[in-house]
């Protein structure tokens, strides 16, 4: 049943469209737009290849509508089959030709293809339901040039139709592949933050296993402690390696995005913008986001420079909702001499006193989760410190007025972003 759907559809479709007609001077002969409809729907859908079998089902179902129509208003049955017979050949003949024309032209044909079959299977079709409708069929050129014309005209829409289709699809395609990027970049952001994390880690591991063999060497005369001492310092051992196995498999696995070459930092607040106003949205926050570019420019250090400024407007987004919901963030770049300035500010209920001394304090944090209780990790603001001076030997200062608003300006040589991209 899958498998009829579009079918189903197509000629469901065409029977509704049918209706919507022009008279013909010949006999009861009419134009409708259906057979604009027709071919769109057969190369939107993919149907191409199997028009035959669709032109079968569209043609069945136009004139059990039609018959049953013209039974409720009164028609004898004899005369009902004689008057939408040929209309319903005329989706048959169609879907033939169209399927014959189509071999190895794929499942979406291109768009002038599609024109070009649907000029000449509209008149053929129409020239075979025009024999079918009267017997003595007139071998009169105005006949075959109105039909022709007819033709040429609905195919010409048809082929119009087809294009805004595919137009619209190309840019739905386009948008999702940057959505699809977006979430990469992101992701590909989290996780090379979280790698530098955990090489700082590894550092203090390694602390930690030579003050537990330290330990052991000073314990000489106590054997069990010494034991207990040498089998710790052997056990954090274990657990460097598979750190380090862990983190070998992450790098290799992000070895194809620090290849991706250079970034301008509009683009890059671009995403960030789009990515915030998401999270805004997806929370129901009524938060205006004020982006600035000052001075542009490409770096390799995108990675990081997204990490910082990612978290310092989550923490702005996460302040003001705490504040209320209702708010605004500026994000402002710029040039200040040989230094890039980037400041992110909020609206919120800022920074009390006591808290500002311990916000780039590792493991720090005042954030909490309601449902759980479950403390954040406190690794953000101290992650972001970290990233601007050891990765982009930069400065971060914050400035705040509790009930009122919260900056934080961040300076990174221009000479450190841009030298990059060399």
Known sequence: MRGLRHPLLIGAAVVISSEFYLGFSIADFRFSAAAVLFP??????????????TGTLTASMVFAARFLMDLAGGVSPVEAVSQNLPGA????????LFGLMARGRGYFPTTVW???????????????ESILRIRDFPADREIYSALMLVA??????????????????????????????????????????????????TEEIEGIMSNAYRLYERLEHESDNRTLALAIARDVHEVKKDY?????????????????????FQDLLRMLKSYCQHQIEQKGLRITLDFGCGHDFCTRDHYALMSVLKNLVVNAVEAI?????QGTILIREEKDGSSYRFTVEDDGPGISARHLDYIFTMGFSTKFDEKTGSIARGVGLPGVKMTVEEQLDGTIGVETRPGLCTRFTVLIPAARLEEANE
């Open 89 to 96: 050949f005329f989706y048959l003949f169609y879907g033939l």
């Open 114 to 128: 599609a024109g070009i079959s649907a000029f000449f299977c509209d008149f053929l079709s129409n020239l075979l």
């Open 321 to 325: 909702e705490s504040g209320g919901g």
């Open 244 to 264: 380090i196995r862990i983190m070998q498999g992450m790098k290799e696995e992000l070895a194809a995005a620090e290849q991706q070459g250079t970034m301008r």
């Open 152 to 201: 040429l005209i609905r195919a010409f829409t048809a082929s119009l139709l087809l294009g805004l289709i595919r137009r619209h699809q190309l840019l739905l395609t386009r948008e999702e592949h940057e959505r699809r990027y977006q979430r990469l970049f992101l992701m590909t952001t989290a996780l090379k933050n979280e790698l530098y994390f955990m090489q700082k880690n």
């Open 40 to 53: 769109v729907l057969l190369s939107a859908f993919g149907e191409v290849r199997d028009a035959c079998r």
